[in-house]
């Protein structure tokens, strides 16, 4: 039971554009959601993360919009540069302080390629 | 912030043998998580390594094919048992901060064959 959706296993966006990446999920316990991104060879890298109390969080090039009633969230990257090529993972847990805080259900990723 | 070093990065095993994967954290922190990465396939929690005391499985993960030990707050060990080419993963060593940021190792690369 894949509680944590990524439905689009690639997406490919041109230099400069918008890019979005979108990620679903089942679980109504899940209260903290978070984005990372991995480059080959490397671990996965933070990159912005949301309360389920909020809507949006933004942060430089990066927001994440979070649809609490169609459990659905969505990063957006504007503009988009080719360094952004990377497999994104969208992640989602309990909210921070809590006992199981850190204990992250993933998406199977969406791989983000840039062109110049 | 934190940083996390794995031992091994990177090794090719045989079948039937064991291999242990250490985690090391420059500073004590509240948590310490093994996840495994398949090939193409997403992260999946193993276990959370407490301090001290027997680590917490996952659904479809037991000790005695996935022994961890956590001696103090700033390192674990994971140790992948009796494996087989499906054990062919990333093991990745995650760490919860008293700041609640959630950092990761950069994965030991598992090749059985």
């Known amino acids: 039971d894949q509680q944590v959706k990524q439905n689009s296993p690639s997406l490919s966006v041109q230099e400069g554009r918008i890019s979005i990446l979108n990620c679903d999920y089942t679980?109504?316990?899940?209260?903290?959601f978070l984005w990372y991104k991995k480059y080959p060879a490397e671990g996965p890298t933070f990159l912005i993360s949301?309360?389920?109390?909020?809507d949006k969080n933004e942060d430089g090039r990066f927001t994440v919009f979070l649809n609490k009633s169609a459990k659905h969230l969505s990063l957006h990257i504007v503009p988009s540069q080719p360094g952004d090529s990377a497999v994104y993972f969208c992640?989602?847990?309990?909210?921070?302080?809590?006992?199981?805080?850190?204990?992250?259900?993933f998406g199977q990723g969406t791989i983000l390629t840039v062109h110049p | 912030s934190a940083v996390i070093s794995q031992k091994p990065s990177r090794d090719i095993c045989q079948r039937g043998t064991s291999l242990t994967i250490q985690c090391q954290v420059d500073s004590q922190v509240t948590m310490m998580f093994w996840y495994r990465q398949q090939p193409g396939q997403s992260l999946t929690l193993i276990a959370t390594?407490?301090?001290?005391?027997?680590?917490?499985?996952e659904s479809g993960f037991v000790i005695d094919k996935f022994p961890i030990s956590r001696p103090n707050l700033t390192f674990s060990t994971l140790t992948v048992s009796n494996m087989s080419p499906e054990d062919s993963s990333i093991y990745l060593c995650?760490?919860?901060?008293?700041?609640?940021?959630?950092?990761f190792g950069e994965g030991s690369w598992l090749t059985v064959v």
């Open positions: 390594a407490n301090q001290g005391s027997e680590a917490t499985y």
């Open positions: 949301i309360s389920s109390i909020k």
């Open positions: 679980n109504s316990m899940f209260d903290y």
């Open positions: 995650s760490v919860r901060t008293d700041g609640n940021t959630i950092y």
């Open positions: 992640a989602a847990s309990n909210l921070p302080g809590g006992t199981s805080y850190g204990k992250l259900t």
